[in-house]
């Protein structure tokens, strides 16, 4: 099956300041990758997601790319804000886009961001 | 749209109890899946349904856990009897193959005591 793992588990950054989150998988069947944003409390929130047929999306100050040679991608956030504190998920599923909607994610095991003032 | 309702947001109970979660998915949703989420597992699969079939409960814990999804609008996630272990957040997530992604519920706090 798949595996996710994701890279760092804790990141604290100064506001104003870029943070990154990288994760890499495992099934070279993936192509569906969404990121989600967790906070205190809540349920986890999509925020952005990109499939395999693209390999940078970008959503203003958040973005997402896609290395599917070498099975990573990446979360990019830039000017960083306080309310961006929350716990950063990445995902992948092995199922086609054509089918639309992923079924069987797998997450991997969070990033911690906090942005200090 | 009020999203993926689950009830009861927080749940406390004793050892050997029977625990019912209960989730409703957003309409028109045809897939339901339940997580469990803690610190060291992170999040976890636990089962997931297609129209109302659950394709997928390899990742149910034991037989003391099951799932049913008798409508296309609820779904419930039934532990019995309950062990301090299970105390976790469960989460409930619905999507659609013309959609995005999941969309997660608030999630119910377990506490197995």
């Known amino acids: 099956g798949e595996n996710v793992e994701q890279h760092p588990s804790t990141l604290s950054v100064q506001e104003g300041d870029s943070a990154v989150i990288k994760c890499t998988y495992s099934?070279?069947?993936?192509?569906?990758f969404p990121w989600y944003k967790q906070e205190l409390g809540k349920g986890p929130q999509l925020i952005i997601d990109i499939r395999s047929n693209v390999g940078e999306k970008k959503d203003q100050r958040i973005a997402v790319t896609l290395n599917k040679t070498a099975k990573h991608f990446s979360l990019h956030i830039t000017e960083t804000q306080p309310e961006d504190s929350a716990v950063y998920f990445c995902a992948a599923s092995p199922l086609g886009p054509l089918a639309g909607s992923a079924r069987q994610l797998t997450f991997g095991s969070g990033t911690q961001l906090t942005v200090l003032p | 749209d009020a999203g993926v309702i689950q009830s009861p947001r927080h749940e406390v109970t004793e050892m050997g109890q029977e625990v019912t979660l209960r989730c409703k998915p957003i309409?028109?949703?045809?897939?339901l899946f339940w997580y469990r989420q803690t610190m060291m597992r992170g999040l976890e699969l636990l089962i997931y349904f297609n129209n109302n079939v659950p394709i997928d409960d390899s990742g149910m814990p034991e037989d003391r856990f099951s799932a049913k999804m008798p409508n296309a609008s609820f779904s419930t996630l039934k532990i019995q009897p309950s062990e301090p272990r299970d105390s976790a957040v469960y989460f409930c997530?619905?999507?659609?193959?013309?959609?995005?992604?999941?969309?997660f519920g608030s999630g119910t706090r377990l506490t197995v005591v």
């Open positions: 099934d070279s069947a993936s192509n569906y």
């Open positions: 309409s028109g949703h045809d897939y």
């Open positions: 997530a619905s999507s659609s193959d013309r959609g995005h992604g999941y969309t």
